[in-house]
């Protein structure tokens, strides 16, 4: 007798109907939308403030290279003197006093240039006067020297490398940043995919156990076509979960940003300023002429097959894992002991991931943990916007269903005898021995 | 044909372990069929392979004359010792569940679980979740999921615990009604006055072996010891006392009674017939009591495990 689809059912929902699961489903992308606003109403807030900055200058080579910005005034205070400059700076409660010593020379010029606050000064505002100063500095040693301003000018050449593949395919810098963001996102999906609902997997099956009902399923169904049922339960309610977060989350995002008037994708991630880089070398136009071209580069037919296979098949080696672990334990405290072996391989993978392929994505190291049956999923996935051979996509996959298999077979043997074993903590070595049973 | 479940020599080990060693069982159709033994000593295994839960490695088990396989599965009804629901499901919603697992289409369990929660009159638990009911009537669900596909053999490991008497009671009729309409019944306990009240066959395993196995009535006369407990009222109870005990062998005896005078055990040798001692105590005193010693369950159950 197939039970299965009667499995699957109830373990969907149940899980689908359970009140912290609606909560949980409902709740995180509010949760979510509404940190993301309240960083951008912040971080807005933070930009639009005014700063005064006062300026003390007794050399006067530099009174003339601060420009006023929409958030920063420069105030010249020449004349007086340091502790003068000082009080007034205080008085007016400024941001802060720059005062640059009087010197001799260029060459010791560095020594004499100090910044005065109250609070310590951001990094950023710090940075930015260091560039005005030695961006001066360097013109005025240059025109000791006898060149001219219009000749450093002059001397400034942008180089943007166009790339073309031996195919003659034309691409950009840009192509790489999408490349790594869909890749990137492709795995990290993957990632949360398996802890989250890898865990709601090994936590239903010791609650089949605590609740001591599993004698009496077992005794209509085999083990193995319970397993797979709450496998395939969980995961149909987790792909609910997941489609319900990205459209209730879009949705919100929309909602939130025209209420309040937030730009949300102010909020500056790392992968942004890749983008605001190569944006500011091409212009804006082109930017979004080559992003475009770029999304077009991407090997799209191969990354939503490869995805689906990968993601499909690295998700069921894991969840049959966290099944047996399930199976083994008596409760949740129990499985710490058998996480770690689970969780490291998936972390290496995603750190991989992260500094190898970005760096080298065809390189030694890439390339194996692509091959590597409990890394390759999240790896392969990374992988394969940069274009990856189809023999090696297949191998990785041939050999990831294999372990799929075996890992099964082995999760079923540990299950058919863990979830009929009570009391008893195993060990490694118990495990090993169940298998033989 | 008369045997419903045949297990012939199983055996079955766990690593070095062995839980079961050459055990045959023969379970006659239309029986309650006890299957007894101290803890640990095996059965739950048995049951377990009878269930299809766990392979024997060695010997068969034949259900109505043919090898266990997966459709035999909706024949079997059992209560495992270790028994529970799923806490947060409802009521009906969980009983539907199983009852499909056991191949019962929707509509028909639906209809049957109506009967039997109208006969048990738990009707209005249907949309109940099983954490907000009681233990005992948690087990009352549990009895019904185990009886409603109407399986040909039902076994039951210690089906009463958690009842109250009433309950035990109602449950215990049940089981005598079931097996009246034909289902063949295994029962595992450790309470020995349920053992005498219901089983006909009964099976001991003792350390993964069976030591002791046929008709309950069988095994008590083989058991018993051609004892007599006698209560005498006399006016010269020494002079019986001694008369009795020159001629056959005595032992002190207790019971309830409302005379205390004389009260013995006696044991007969083969030559003697129960009459031969009446008539011999009726001609020196007053007989109030007269009874024949039959073994219990329980006297051949601690008998018998101590012998091995």
Known sequence: MNHLPLIIRREYFTKVKNKSFVIMTFLSPIIMIALVAVVAYLSQLNNDKQRTISILDETGYLKDIFDNTENTTYTNLSGLSLTDALVVVKEKE??????????????????????YSQDSPSLSIIRGLEQKIEKRLRELKLQKDGVTIAQIEASKTNIEIAQESFDGEKSSKIDNIVKLAFGGAAGYLLFMFIIIYGNMIMRSVIEEKTSRIIEVIISSVKPIQLMMGKIIGTSLAGVTQFVIWVVLGGVLMVVVSTIFNIDLTQVKTPQQEMMNQAMQAEGAQAMAENLIVAVGHLPMTNLIIAFMFFFIGGYLLYSSLYAAIGAAVDNETDTQQFML?????????????????????????????????????????????????????????????GTFILAVWFAAKIYRVGILMYGKKPTYKELFKWLKY | MNDLLVANSVSKSFGKFKALNEVSIAVPKGSIFGLLGPNGAGKTTLIRIINQITMPDQGTVLLDGQPLKPEHIKDIGYLPEERGLYKSMKVGEQCLYLAQLKGLSKSEAKKRLKYWFEKLEIGDWWNKKIQELSKGQAQKIQFVVTVLHQPKLLIFDEPFSGFDPINANLIKDEILQLREEGATVIFSTHRMESVEELCDHIALIHKSNKVLDGKLNDIKRQNKTNTFEVGLESMDSDKVFSEIKAKFEVLPATFRNLNDDIKLNIKLGEQTSPNDLLSFLTSRAQVHHFVEVIPSASDIFIQTIKNN
């Open chain 1, 94 to 115: 400024d941001y802060g006093l720059l005062h640059i010593g009087a010197v001799d020379s260029l060459s010791v010029f560095a020594n004499n240039v100090k910044f």
């Open chain 1, 341 to 401: 072996p689970i969780l490291m391989p998936l972390i290496l993978a995603v750190y991989v991931g992260v500094f190898t392929v970005i760096e080298d994505p065809h390189g030694t190291v890439s390339t194996v943990f692509s091959f590597i049956p409990l890394t390759s999923p999240v790896v392969m996935l990374m992988r394969i916007p940069f274009g990856v051979p189809l023999w090696q996509q297949g191998l990785s996959l041939l050999l990831l269903i």
